[in-house]
């Protein structure tokens, strides 16, 4: 597609509920990042892939928190059991390989999944 | 452990007037530093790295090792320039580090 898609755009849900958010990427680039960033903060690092592998995950917060990229392209982030204090906007990025002056590491947001947990 | 810190929650001057959007950071590596913005109801974008050494709407960012800075200048604001701006640094692949956001403000 012409930029990254994120799904949904807003997610209203109950403390204790399952959520998934999903990513779709930039098409070729091989690397995929979800930051999460809350109200009057910056994005905070989550987890990053590279193809279908995590390739740093030390940005999850605890084990209610889990990401998949099984084909290497769309990315799903998956809270279990969540928390008012999950509540937050999802940012997915991806970008392509290569050297920092080839762009590799530029990041290309999509437009984020705000979540609410009552 | 790598820092960002942008001093500034908010920033505003007048249209014609020169900006610096301060930018510190702390790494014991070598540091790879982007500004982003987010313009209103549009999402996160880049508006320049170091690396690249180049001028984005008027915008210049030079990174100072010695005073680990990569503040964010433009001598003469337009309207425009009015958006929320990230500065963020790299530690490795696209894993990055950002601040909390400077929102500037150009009045007319």
């Known amino acids: 597609g012409a930029g990254v898609s994120q799904t949904p755009s807003n997610k209203v849900t109950e403390k204790g509920k399952y959520v998934e958010l999903r990513c779709d990427p930039i098409?070729?680039?091989?690397?995929l990042y979800w930051y999460r960033q809350s109200l009057g903060q910056g994005p905070e690092f989550l987890i990053y892939?590279?193809?279908?592998?995590?390739?740093?995950d030390s940005g999850l917060p605890n084990d209610r928190f889990f990401a998949v990229r099984p084909e290497g392209s769309v990315s799903t982030l998956k809270i279990q059991r969540t928390e008012r204090g999950d509540s937050a906007v999802y940012l997915c990025?991806?970008?392509?390989?290569?050297?920092?002056?080839?762009?590799?590491?530029?990041?290309?947001f999509g437009a984020g999944s705000r979540l609410t947990v009552l | 452990a790598q820092r960002v810190t942008q001093p500034e929650k908010l920033l505003s001057v007048f249209k014609g007037a020169p900006v610096e959007l301060k930018c510190n950071y702390s790494?014991?590596?070598?540091?790879?530093l982007f500004w982003y913005v987010q313009y209103s109801r549009q999402r996160l974008q880049l508006l320049l790295r170091?690396?690249s050494r180049e001028s984005i709407k008027g915008f210049t960012a030079d990174l100072n090792k010695g005073e680990t800075s990569f503040h964010l200048k433009k001598p003469f604001a337009q309207e425009e320039d009015s958006a929320m701006y990230y500065c963020a640094l790299n530690t490795n692949a696209g894993k990055s580090t950002f601040g909390d956001g400077t929102t500037l403000t150009v009045k007319p």
């Open positions: 790494y014991s590596g070598s540091p790879e």
């Open positions: 098409s070729g680039h091989t690397a």
């Open positions: 170091h690396i």
């Open positions: 990025a991806s970008s392509p390989v290569g050297t920092p002056n080839s762009g590799a590491n530029v990041l290309t």
């Open positions: 892939f590279q193809g279908t592998g995590a390739a740093d």
